[in-house]
């Protein structure tokens, strides 16, 4: 038994090494190919592809202050990647929804990340994945 949970250890270590290593490359990867930061790039792909997300929910989801989730919300809305709308109910909420630009980068994020992901788990075999 203990020789199995030092083995699976040694894999979680490897795959969180990789992992680690392989987000940067796509940190650098967002900023170079889609325009935006890292931050923004999980901004994007937090926000749903047609409900909004009131800017509160959106900074819970972060774990960002509202001060800075506004600041990285303003840079979204230059780069036209999200609009941002009162809500019909509630004009006090700010609800951002993804334009067709966020969609489309968005897009290109989640495919960057399932390749990091599928480049990640293919250094392992299939009973090491399914132990994972």
């Known amino acids: 038994m203990e020789t199995s949970l030092f083995s699976t250890a040694d894999d979680l270590q490897r795959i ?8 940067g490359i796509c940190d650098r990867f967002c900023v170079q190919e889609l325009c935006v930061t890292a931050s923004q790039g999980y901004i994007l792909l937090v926000l749903h592809e047609t409900v909004g997300v009131s800017m509160n929910d959106l900074s819970v989801k972060m774990r960002l202050a509202n001060s800075t989730m506004t600041r990285m919300v303003d840079q979204l809305v230059q780069k036209e990647m999200v609009t941002r709308e009162s809500d019909a109910e509630d004009r006090r909420i700010v609800l951002i929804r993804l334009t067709e630009q966020g969609r489309d980068v968005r897009a290109g994020l989640k495919n960057a990340l399932q390749d990091v992901f599928t480049q990640v788990l293919g250094n392992f075999s299939e009973d090491q994945r399914s132990e994972i």
């Open 16 to 23: 969180i090494y990789e992992l680690v290593r392989y987000m």
